[in-house]
């Protein structure tokens, strides 16, 4: 589009100086400057930010476009099916997440058990322990009164008898006590497991997320819509063609803010104030002339209509003038050629 517009503004250009020679604009004294300039407006260049092969495009050079209608669609069945596949990303990371939380419930319920079988294991141990120390009195009071003959020695035999089971007992129940903080161990250390398995869990759910957010993006990206309300001015592909990111398809300008734009030589621009009055008419609008100001001058010069060939002379060289129509009424047209005449200083 920029490469039209330069090309479009040099024939201007050129169509002015030819206008200038044949009918000696802006003569000394005249009172207001003549010149030729293009209709321009704000533009908008539409361009996909994925590859792919164009499905749809809306309208044809010189058509109007709302603001907010599709324009360009772009083929989208390999990302919709990405889409499909970090969706189900997601639900398999939720899923995983569901099986981590059970784990760390599950592995702390065995920490709760294995804590209450070490209470219980603790006081059969001091059950253990204070039968013993019983049935070992009793052993020793049976042993005095066999050595006085006092009892039998069967008496005797089984008070000892007594005693060797008691300590048996009480190995047996600090065995159990031994076990049941084994397995607090293992329990607690299953805790740590599941507890990590759910933190990567819930990472993989972010990253599943962030895939398919990005992948909705793309394919959000895959139909593209108009910013603004204006005309189309240039189509550069048609349906069915490939275009990749980047690339201008069309260029929309905003129809509803059109200006005149004039390159004047920067003899003339110092003669023009801004708001100056301005009168517009075009060649193939016949009979019809509209009003309109300057709204902005350059400040800076563009380019050099005239170049020093002799030395000591400086380039003549010229600044962007726009101005704006009052009531184009539709009539003007983005690329149109117009004449501009513009009341000089007071």
Do not use: W
């Not at 207001?32 to 300039?37: K, Q, T």
């Not at 005095?144 to 008496?155: D, F, P």
């Not at 398995?197 to 993006?217: H, I």
């Amino acid at each position: 589009m920029k490469k039209r517009l330069i090309i479009a503004t040099a024939a201007v250009l050129a169509a002015g100086l030819v206008l200038y020679l044949v009918y000696g604009r802006n003569r000394a004294g005249d009172r207001i400057i003549r010149a030729s300039g293009i209709i321009e407006g704000i533009e908008v260049n539409l361009a996909p930010k994925v590859a792919g092969r164009i499905k749809t495009i809306c309208c044809r050079e010189g058509d109007m476009i709302t603001q907010g209608r599709t324009a360009i669609e772009i083929e989208s069945d390999d990302i919709r099916a990405s889409v499909d596949q970090a969706a189900a990303g997601v639900e398999q990371a939720r899923a995983d997440i569901a099986s981590a939380e059970s784990s760390v419930e599950n592995a702390r319920a065995s920490v709760q058990g294995a804590e209450a079988d070490i209470a219980r294991a603790d006081a059969e141990v001091e059950q253990a322990r204070v039968q013993m120390d019983e049935k070992k009195k009793e052993m020793d009071r049976a042993g005095e009164l066999y050595g006085k003959a006092y009892v039998s020695r069967e008496s005797f035999d089984l008070a000892v008898a007594a005693h060797d089971t008691a300590v048996a007992a009480l190995s047996a129940a600090k065995a159990r006590l031994n076990t049941s903080r084994s397995q607090r161990v293992s329990a607690a250390s299953q805790v740590k497991v599941a507890d990590g398995q759910l933190v990567s869990a819930r990472a993989r759910l972010k990253a599943a997320d962030a895939n398919l957010a990005f992948n909705q993006s793309k394919l959000r990206d895959t139909v593209i819509t108009s910013p603004i309300a204006g005309a189309v001015t240039f189509r550069a592909l048609e349906q069915g063609e490939y275009v990749t990111p980047g690339t201008t398809v069309m260029t929309v300008v905003d129809t509803a803010d059109l200006y005149v734009r004039v390159d004047l030589e920067e003899t003339l621009v110092a003669e023009i104030p801004l708001h100056a009055a301005a009168r517009i008419t075009a060649e193939g609008l016949q009979g019809k002339e509209f009003r309109g100001q300057v709204t902005e001058i350059g400040r800076y010069a563009e380019f050099a209509t005239q170049r020093d060939v002799t030395r000591g002379r400086q380039d003549i060289r010229t600044f962007r003038v726009k101005v704006k129509p009052d009531a184009p009424g539709g009539l003007l047209k983005p690329g149109m050629t117009v004449f501009v005449e513009i009341a000089k200083k007071a």
